[in-house]
């Protein structure tokens, strides 16, 4: 008997069965691959999720893979040129995009030093109940048998096509349409910041990773996947050409050192985050599109709120594990509603004069900047930048 069984070993598993392992809990942790591995990803951890690193004592071993700081931002769009660096979470101002070979492998060993016991290439079938329906336990596949395993909590941490939400009947609270599709690759020996370049119908990026590689990325609206992915190569080198000029005349001569990745399933919704016995925690419950990168960090959120709402509980009445389930959903969505707002909005790949306006008034005042790359990181909402100063700027 586990106190709890965690579904998933990336960036939203690990940690939570970590969190819960230091907290004096028994964890099971399941997943599907070996570690290290790779997953489709744009592997920026903003600054709140920095931070969260730091406090888990796990920044160092991020720092000692070779993971180049993120210290400074630039964004373009129109004739608007940013360029600047957050505030930061308790004196992290850096992000970081370590591979995801790199980052999940060191929450999987935090974890499994924590206490947690992990089984990898281990497939999850179903999901235990008891006379009432409250999910007590998984069955599944390890080492070529069958088994069950026992929990007085299951958690789903394994992705946006969560098998554990499908198991629990988690229903979408909101959904909204794909709006974008992704293709990115990895190129050596090319400088770069956190470079963001917007164009109507565009939007490219670029990101420093491990081993001297950047990460470009390119987005594209929905209605042009067939036609992007007919030809990804001509049309992702051409997105790159056309919205970020100077970035693609860096690349000119340079090996891009793995094949061109990308989908066109980028879906964004809320499910139902917790029920009797069961909770989700990062893309299993809630997922956006990757343009601004939320992801990871938004998954440590989770890993914690959900961690620290349960407390002692997890031994306790069922009753007051269950209430503080739902308190943790309440938690999640407050916090993390205007994110997805935000990324609809960024996801719709247009510019209107208005936003241009703001913007032009926060490049002419460094302070209005920093508090603009805030607003990125996820730092401040959006209404921490309508100052005093910015309204006398407009």
């Given at each position: 008997?586990?106190?709890?069984?965690?579904?998933?070993?990336?960036?939203?598993?690990?940690?939570?069965?970590?969190?819960?392992?230091?907290?004096?809990?028994?964890?099971?942790?399941l997943?599907?691959?070996?570690?290290?591995?790779?997953?489709?990803?744009?592997?920026?951890?903003?600054?709140?999720?920095?931070?969260?690193?730091?406090?888990?004592?796990?920044?160092?071993?991020?720092?000692?893979?070779?993971?180049?700081?993120?210290?400074?931002?630039?964004?373009?769009?129109?004739?608007?040129?940013?360029?600047?660096?957050?505030?930061?979470?308790?004196?992290?101002?850096?992000?970081?995009?370590?591979?995801?070979?790199?980052?999940?492998?060191?929450?999987?060993?935090?974890?499994?030093?924590?206490?947690?016991?992990?089984?990898p290439?281990?497939?999850?079938s179903?999901?235990?109940?008891?006379?009432?329906?409250?999910?007590?336990?998984?069955?599944?596949?390890?080492?070529?048998?069958?088994?069950?395993?026992?929990?007085?909590?299951?958690?789903?941490?394994?992705?946006?096509?969560s098998?554990?939400?499908?198991?629990?009947?988690?229903?979408?609270?909101?959904?909204?349409?794909?709006?974008?599709?992704?293709?990115?690759?990895?190129?050596?020996?090319?400088?770069?910041?956190?470079?963001?370049?917007?164009?109507?119908?565009?939007?490219?990026?670029?990101?420093?990773?491990?081993?001297?590689?950047t990460l470009?990325?390119?987005?594209?609206?929905?209605?042009?996947?067939?036609?992007?992915?007919?030809?990804?190569?001509?049309?992702?080198?051409?997105?790159?050409?056309?919205?970020?000029?100077?970035?693609?005349?860096?690349?000119?001569?340079?090996?891009?050192?793995?094949?061109?990745?990308?989908?066109?399933?980028?879906q964004?919704?809320?499910?139902?985050?917790?029920g009797?016995?069961?909770?989700?925690?990062?893309?299993?419950?809630?997922?956006?599109?990757?343009?601004?990168?939320?992801?990871?960090?938004?998954?440590?959120?989770?890993?914690?709120s959900?961690?620290?709402?349960?407390?002692?509980?997890?031994?306790?009445?069922?009753?007051?594990?269950?209430?503080?389930?739902?308190?943790?959903?309440?938690?999640?969505?407050?916090?993390?509603?205007?994110?997805?707002?935000?990324?609809?909005?960024?996801?719709?790949?247009?510019?209107?004069?208005?936003?241009?306006?703001?913007?032009?008034?926060?490049?002419?005042?460094?302070?209005?900047?920093?508090?603009?790359?805030d607003?990125?990181?996820?730092?401040?909402?959006?209404?921490?930048?309508?100052?005093?100063?910015?309204?006398a700027?407009?």
């Open positions: 008997m586990f106190d709890a069984i965690v579904v998933g070993a990336r960036c939203a598993g690990s940690p939570t069965a970590m969190l819960l392992a230091r907290a004096g809990y028994r964890v099971l942790m997943d599907r691959a070996e570690f290290p591995s790779d997953t489709l990803s744009t592997h920026l951890v903003h600054q709140p999720g920095v931070a969260a690193l730091a406090r888990w004592g796990l920044l160092d071993r991020v720092r000692a893979s070779g993971c180049p700081p993120l210290d400074q931002a630039v964004y373009e769009v129109a004739d608007i040129r940013l360029e600047g660096c957050s505030r930061g979470v308790e004196g992290q101002r850096c992000g970081y995009a370590p591979r995801r070979h790199v980052l999940d492998a060191i929450l999987v060993d935090g974890a499994v030093e924590s206490g947690v016991e992990f089984r290439h281990c497939s999850v179903g999901l235990l109940r008891d006379g009432s329906g409250r999910v007590t336990g998984v069955e599944g596949t390890y080492g070529g048998s069958r088994f069950t395993e026992h929990a007085r909590l299951v958690i789903g941490a394994d992705g946006m096509r098998r554990v939400a499908e198991h629990c009947g988690a229903e979408y609270t909101s959904r909204k349409p794909r709006l974008t599709c992704a293709y990115y690759a990895y190129w050596a020996g090319v400088p770069a910041d956190l470079e963001l370049y917007e164009r109507p119908r565009s939007w490219v990026a670029a990101v420093p990773t491990n081993d001297d590689a470009v990325l390119t987005y594209f609206p929905q209605d042009r996947f067939e036609e992007v992915r007919a030809d990804a190569q001509s049309a992702y080198l051409a997105q790159v050409r056309d919205g970020a000029p100077a970035l693609y005349e860096r690349l000119r001569g340079k090996e891009r050192v793995e094949r061109l990745r990308g989908t066109g399933d980028q964004n919704f809320f499910r139902q985050a917790a009797p016995g069961w909770a989700l925690v990062g893309d299993a419950g809630h997922h956006k599109d990757s343009i601004t990168a939320r992801g990871i960090s938004d998954a440590f959120f989770q890993a914690e959900l961690t620290r709402h349960i407390g002692d509980r997890l031994g306790g009445e069922p009753a007051l594990l269950d209430a503080a389930l739902r308190s943790y959903e309440q938690e999640r969505d407050a916090q993390l509603t205007e994110g997805f707002e935000a990324t609809l909005s960024a996801a719709q790949l247009e510019t209107h004069e208005k936003r241009l306006a703001l913007l032009r008034a926060v490049q002419a005042d460094p302070e209005l900047t920093t508090t603009y790359f607003i990125v990181a996820g730092i401040k909402s959006v209404t921490d930048l309508y100052t005093p100063r910015l309204l700027l407009l």
